[in-house]
């Protein structure tokens, strides 16, 4: 137990002594803070990371900038994407009385009239309450309004909420509301119409060409007490037939100012031909009104809306994985095959050498290559690509680190305090316990750290190259650079994308970088004649 407890605490006194000595290299510190940034994204990744990296397209605009770059002079005015108006839950008496109510003739309002129940299909959103609003109406002498582009739509009611815009035009915008009819009576259709009022004019936003816009609910028996969708997205007004959006400049119409804007949610009906009155009861719910502005989050938006950020915080999981178990890896295999042919020599030294020279002759890149294609064509095989290139770069990269702990201990065995120990009874294992392995080990961390930043980049190159054909779910800091570099090269019309591949270019560089300089602080502290420099 002596000798147990007086090893344990030579071991911490010797880590306590590197530690020392770690701290004050300035580019080992530097390193070690680089390192720890990313470990803290890759591990806290789905805390930091909003959006799914893959499959969360359409969270913003097509190529919208960071939110910071408006600091620019060409970014400025720029519209961050986000909600105009709503989510509306109705939940108590303030969220109802915050829009105006107008237009109900013989009618009456119930505010935050219960908790709603969410459509089948739309169970992931949640309803905290409705308003409902039952409003009547009598043609004027009979007559039936016929004037497009809502044919026959008497006004029963609308409820309006007035915003501030300050922003250039937004890319795009959608308006939806869920509402579901209590009680129709002597109507063949409701329309719900969205008007956008700004300082200049008004802008309707509905239609009757429902294969464009849902916004025609056809009567039946059916359709009463069930939720509804009603749903306005601009891409889709340029075809509507609207005479304001048939140039297509849906955006720059409806925001073409800047000051106090009105959005009006305008219920109508179309009463029965030959009906003396008619009337409607109605529950509403979750209205909101999103633009998807040009500007967006830390890093911006792709081509497809994704959010860059999360696609770089959870490509720092990959290149972690591989760079630290490639590197670990294979200076630990490297470091058992030059220990036991640098000491016990012979026959041993002879088969293991030759094994090192058969590996180093082999073209590293071009056998990596055909590797990870062979892998991916096994769909069992592919599903775990990235662990099968880890054992790759392993296998592949150990014969150089045998090379470099076997030259390291056939100078240390030959040493005479070595010679000494075998002279007094010291076998094989106290040795390499007690001599080679103390000596070599200030090399194994030094190489961990230098080899790990190869890996970082090598795996970069291989996604980089479309070689490594990963899982579809995965996202990493090569496919971006790849996914980018098409838009990188010509796209001068969103500024060659500048926020999506240079985050990850900066990324492998100061990754890769850290590495490197943890390698030389280390490498600085075992060897003696480093420090003294």
Known sequence: MAKIRQRRWAFLDGLRRTLRLYVRSKIGMIGAVIIAFFCILAIFAPILAQYEPVFGTGVGADFS??????????????APSGYIVGPSTFASSSDCSSWTLAGVANG???????????PPSRRQDTYLGTMQIN??????????????????????????????????APKEFKVAMYFSPVEMKNLTKIYINYIVSNPRA????????SYVLDTAI????????????????????????????????VTRVTFE???????????????????????????????????????????????????????LVWGSQISLLIGILSGVGSVLLGTLAGIAAGYLGGISDEAISRVTDFFLVLPFLPLLIVMTLIITQNASLAKDMYYWVVVIFIVLSWPSIAKIIRSQVLTVKERQYVEASRAVGGGTAHVLRKHILPNVMGLVYSQIALNVSGFILLEAALDFLSVSIRPVSVTTWGVMLTKALPYATVD??????WWWFLPPGI???????????????????????????
């Open 65 to 78: 900038v960071p939110t910071w770059a408006t600091i620019f002079p060409q970014y400025d005015g720029y």
């Open 108 to 118: 009456d309002v119930a505010r935050g009239f219960s908790t709603a129940v969410p």
């Open 135 to 168: 409003a009547s109406i009598i043609p004027v002498n009979g007559a039936i309004n016929t004037s497009a582009p809502l044919p026959g739509g008497e006004v029963f009611f609308s409820i309006s909420k007035s915003f501030e815009w300050n922003s250039k």
């Open 202 to 209: 008004n802008h309707s936003l509905s239609t009757t060409k």
């Open 218 to 249: 056809d009567f039946a028996a059916s359709r009463t007490g069930r939720w509804l969708w009603s749903n306005v997205t601009s891409d889709l007004l340029g075809a509507s037939g609207l005479p304001g959006f048939l140039t297509g400049q």
């Open 257 to 311: 100012t800047r000051g106090t804007y009105t959005f009006t949610v305008q219920v109508q009906g179309v009463p029965k031909a030959g009906s003396t009155g008619a009337s409607v009861s109605l529950l509403i719910a979750h209205i909101r009104f999103f633009e998807e502005g040009n500007t967006f989050g830390l890093l911006g938006t792709d081509n497809n809306g994704r959010d860059v950020w999360s696609q």
């Open 492 to 497: 001068a019309l969103h500024q060659y994308v």
């Open 507 to 533: 990324a492998i560089a100061s990754l890769s970088l850290a590495f490197v300089l943890v390698g030389f602080a280390l490498d600085s502290i075992f060897n003696p004649r480093l420090r003294a420099r």
